[in-house]
Nanobody
Framework: QVQLVDSGGGLVQPGGSLRLSCVAS????????MAWHRQAPGKERDLVAS???????KYADSVKGRFTISRDNAKNTMSLEMGSLKPEDAAVYYC??????????????????WGQGTQVTVSS
């Protein structure tokens, strides 16, 4: 099993910044893709940004130029630097990870895990 713990959410004024963090732990063989998603009340969960093991990144159009995703492969951690925050950025943010983990007998199998979510509120 692979567990993800995300953190860093909070209340910030429009135009402010926040840094979200995600830590993966467990019997990890490798993590290929890590990503941040967000879900506002009454809306679908949407992809915000993703980063591959080699460093390639993708961003939703709505956050390009304002958010920066990064990861530390050695520590199995990921961050999302969010700047110039807008009220429409308010949501519960979830991290995810895709990769391979070891079963009890040492067999590597595919996994996708999610963090528990961290609330971001943007309001004056």
């Amino acid at each position: 099993q692979v567990q993800l713990v995300d953190s860093g959410g909070g209340l910030v004024q429009p135009g402010g910044s926040l840094r979200l963090s995600c830590v993966a732990s467990g019997s990890i063989a490798s993590i290929t893709t890590m990503a941040w998603h967000r879900q506002a009340p009454g809306k679908e969960r949407d992809l915000v940004a993703s980063i591959e093991k080699g460093g390639a990144t993708k961003y939703a159009d709505s956050v390009k130029g304002r958010f920066t995703i990064s990861r530390d492969n050695a520590k199995n951690t990921m961050s999302l630097e969010m700047g110039s925050l807008k009220p429409e950025d308010a949501a519960v943010y979830y991290c995810s990870a895709d990769g391979l983990h070891y079963t009890d007998d040492g067999t590597p199998i595919v996994f996708r895990s999610w963090g528990q979510g961290t609330q971001v509120t943007v309001s004056s």
